[in-house]
C-alpha cells in the first residue's frame, strides 16, 4: 500500500490545485528556498490528521489557508487529498484506492473525508492504523527536528517509542 | 501495555545498535531505561561512542554527530516497526559526504518494503530518486510543481531522464 | 546609556533594510522597537517581507528564509559597528545556491575592513577562500590541522592553489 | 590589526599543540563531521573570555580539556593563545605582536596572561576592548546558533545591539 496522489488546494502557497503523482520507492522534492517544499510536507501530516497547528509551524489552524500574497487576496478555504493505493487490499476495503481529504475554513474547523463521504478524524485514524500508517507521525521527519530528538527528555523519547509500538 | 512498550524498547535497542555501527563504523551506541525497574514511566536514554572517543555527553559532539545520534535512533525505530511510508525533510544537512552516503544506503534499505518522500538540497540525495519533483514560487506568492522526472529504470541508479 | 543604545539602533535599523535587500531582492525587512516611547527597556521586533510574498509570522517562514533574515539581523549590526573579526561557523547550511552566493558577497564586503573565519562543509564558500584549512581527526581521537592552502593571487578569485 | 596565530594545547579535542596561522583576508576551515573544526571556534572564543560553560556545549569548565580517547589518556591542563598583529598599532601596546592566552586546570581554575605576564580577565577584556574587538562576542556565530536571533525574545535581540554598540 502506498500514496499515489496528494493534492493541495489553497493548502499554504498552493493557492491553486497541485497535484504531485508519487511512486512507489524514492521521491525526492527540490526547489529553491522558500519554494514550497517543507509546505508539501505539512500538507501531508496535516491531511492524515496532525493536531497541533504548531507543528505547522503556524499559531492557528487558519495559517494553514493561502493567506494572499503581494500581488493576490487571500482564500477562505484548505484542501489537501491524499490518495492511497490499495491494490494490495491492506486497508479492509473492497477499493483498489482510497482517498482521504481534509478541509478547513477560516472558522477554524477542519472536515475530513474518506471517499468524498463525511467522516470524523476518529475513522481516518482507524483507516490509516488498518493500513500500518496509524498515528505513525514519529515517520514523519519535519525540517530542523533532528534536534529534538536529543534535546528531549528521555520520557519524551518514550513516547516517540510508544506512538510506533 | 506494559508489555507492548517493554517488546517495542527491546526491538528498537537492538537495531538502534545495529543502526548506529552502520553510521559510526567502530562506534558503539545505546539506548538505556532511566530506570530499569519502571517499565512503565520511565524515559529513555540515548548513550553514544563515536569510533575511537570516549563515552561523553552528547552536548559535546558536532554538529554532524548529533544529526547522525538522531537519525540512528529514528532509523531503529523504523527498522524495529516499519510503517508503509517515511517522509524526510531536509535531515541530512549536516552530513558531510561519507556520512551522507551512509545515510542514504539506509534509506535504499527502507525503500525495500516502504514509500519515502524526502525533501532536500543536497545533489547526492538527488542521485538517490527514483523520481524528482521541482517546486518553484512564481512571482505572485504562489507554490507550483513544475517538473517530474522518473529515472529510466530502477536497476541503473544514475541520474533521472526526462520521461515525459 | 540610552543615547549610546539609540544611535546604535538607528544605525542598525538602517542598515538592516539594505542588507534584507540584498539577501531578498525586491523584499522588504525592517527592525522595530517593541515600544518606541521606551528606548531604556523595549525590545526588538524583525518584520520581514520575502519579495511577492504578505508580511507573515517569522514562524511561517521557510527554513531557509529564518536563515537569511538571522543573517540580515547579524550583518547589519556588523556593517553599523563593525568588528576587526568575525567568526562564522556552517551559518549557511540551510541556503540554496543562489542565497548561497548573495551571501558570499556580504561576505566579501566584511572582508575589506576586517579578518573572517568561517567553517563550512560548502563547495562555494571554499572557493571563496583566501586561505583553506583542512582539520582532520585521527584514529586515536586527536585532531590536527593537517592542510593550509593559500590563493595564489587576492584578485584570481578560483581555487586556492597549494603554496607549501 | 588581526589574528595571526591561534595555538591549541590540550583544548578539547587537539590534545597536541596545534598552530592555525591566519590570514588577514577569508580564511576558511573544512573537514569531515566531528573532525574538531567547531572546537577551534570554541578555542578562539575561550581565549576572548567567554564564561559560559554551555556556550562552549559543555557542562562545566572542566569539559574544554582534552578528555582523552579510546586509545589515549586524558590531560590535565588546556591553553589556547591568540596572537594579535598589531601592526598597525591599533592597540596601545608598543608592540607589533600582542599575545592573549588563557590556561584551564581540571579545578576549573582559568588564568589569563598577556605576553606571557599574568593578568585578569578584567585586563584581556580592556584590551580587546581597544582593539575593537571588546566584548563583540556578537561576532562569534556558533554552529546552530542563527535561529536562536529568531527565536530570542525581542528582549535579547536588543542585548545583542547593546553588546556591540
Ligand atoms: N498560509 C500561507 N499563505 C501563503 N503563503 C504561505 C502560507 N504559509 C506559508 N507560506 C509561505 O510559504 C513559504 C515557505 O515555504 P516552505 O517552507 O515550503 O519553503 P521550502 O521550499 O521548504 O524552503 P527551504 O528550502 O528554505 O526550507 C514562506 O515564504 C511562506 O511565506
Ligand atoms: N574535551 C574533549 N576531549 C576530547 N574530545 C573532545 C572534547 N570535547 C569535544 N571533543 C570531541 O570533539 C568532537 C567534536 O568536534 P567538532 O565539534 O569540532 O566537530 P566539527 O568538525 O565541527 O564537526 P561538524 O562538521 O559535524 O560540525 C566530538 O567528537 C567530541 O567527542
Ligand atoms: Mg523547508
Ligand atoms: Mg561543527
Given at each position: 500500500m502506498f500514496v499515489r496522489f496528494l493534492r493541495l488546494s489553497g493548502f499554504k502557497s498552493f493557492a491553486h490545485p497541485t497535484v504531485?503523482?508519487?511512486?512507489?520507492?524514492?521521491?525526492?522534492?527540490?526547489?529553491?528556498?522558500?519554494?514550497?517544499k517543507s509546505n508539501i510536507a505539512d500538507g501531508l501530516s496535516w491531511v492524515l490528521g496532525s493536531q497541533a497547528p504548531s507543528s505547522l509551524r503556524g499559531a492557528s489552524m487558519e495559517?494553514?489557508?493561502?493567506?494572499?500574497?503581494?500581488?493576490?487576496?487571500?482564500?477562505?478555504?484548505?484542501?489537501v487529498e491524499l490518495t492511497l493505493d490499495n491494490g494490495s487490499h491492506t486497508l479492509p476495503l473492497d477499493l483498489s484506492e482510497v482517498t482521504i481529504s481534509r478541509f478547513a475554513d477560516r472558522t477554524g474547523?477542519?472536515?475530513?473525508?474518506?471517499?468524498?463521504?463525511?467522516?470524523?478524524?476518529?475513522?481516518?485514524?482507524?483507516?490509516?492504523s488498518d493500513a500500518g500508517v496509524g498515528r505513525s507521525l514519529h515517520s514523519l521527519v519535519g525540517q530542523g527536528?533532528?534536534?529534538?530528538?536529543?534535546?528531549?527528555?528521555?520520557?519524551?523519547?518514550?513516547?516517540?517509542?510508544?506512538?510506533a509500538a | 501495555i506494559v508489555q507492548v512498550f517493554s517488546e517495542a524498547f527491546e526491538d528498537v535497542?537492538?537495531?538502534?545498535?545495529?543502526?548506529?555501527?552502520?553510521?559510526?563504523?567502530?562506534?558503539?551506541?545505546?539506548?538505556e531505561l532511566s530506570d530499569p525497574?519502571?517499565?512503565?514511566?520511565?524515559?529513555?536514554?540515548?548513550?553514544a561512542r563515536p569510533p575511537g572517543k570516549r563515552v561523553k555527553k552528547l552536548s559535546l559532539l558536532s554538529g554532524g554527530e548529533r544529526s547522525l545520534v538522531a537519525l540512528a535512533f529514528l532509523f531503529a525505530i523504523f527498522r524495529a516497526r516499519p510503517s508503509p511510508f517515511y517522509l524526510l525533510d531536509e535531515v541530512e544537512a549536516a552530513l558531510d559526504d561519507v556520512n551522507l552516503q551512509r545515510f542514504i544506503s539506509l534509506v535504499h534499505e527502507l525503500e525495500e518494503?516502504?514509500?519515502?518522500?524526502?525533501?532536500?538540497?543536497?545533489?547526492?540525495?538527488?542521485?538517490?530518486?527514483?523520481?524528482?519533483?521541482?517546486?518553484?514560487?512564481?512571482?505572485?506568492?504562489?507554490?507550483?510543481?513544475?517538473?517530474?522526472?522518473?529515472?529510466?529504470?530502477?536497476?541503473?541508479?544514475?541520474?533521472?531522464v526526462l520521461t515525459e
Open positions: 504531485l503523482e508519487l511512486e512507489r520507492g524514492i521521491n525526492v522534492i527540490v526547489g529553491p528556498n522558500g519554494s514550497g495559517d494553514v489557508i493561502f493567506a494572499g500574497s503581494a500581488e493576490r487576496v487571500g482564500l477562505g478555504v484548505a484542501e474547523n477542519s472536515e475530513y473525508r474518506i471517499n468524498a463521504a463525511p467522516c470524523r478524524l476518529l475513522d481516518v485514524q482507524e483507516l490509516l527536528q533532528l534536534d529534538q530528538v536529543l534535546h528531549a527528555q528521555p520520557l519524551e523519547r518514550r513516547a516517540f517509542i510508544e506512538e | 535497542a537492538r537495531e538502534f545498535e545495529v543502526v548506529f555501527e552502520r553510521l559510526f563504523p567502530g562506534g558503539r551506541g545505546r539506548l525497574q519502571d517499565l512503565l514511566g520511565g524515559g529513555i536514554e540515548i548513550e518494503r516502504a514509500q519515502v518522500l524526502i525533501v532536500t538540497h543536497q545533489k547526492r540525495t538527488m542521485e538517490a530518486a527514483d523520481v524528482l519533483y521541482g517546486v518553484t514560487m512564481r512571482a505572485d506568492g504562489v507554490s507550483e510543481v513544475i517538473a517530474r522526472r522518473m529515472r529510466e529504470s530502477r536497476e541503473s541508479r544514475e541520474s533521472p
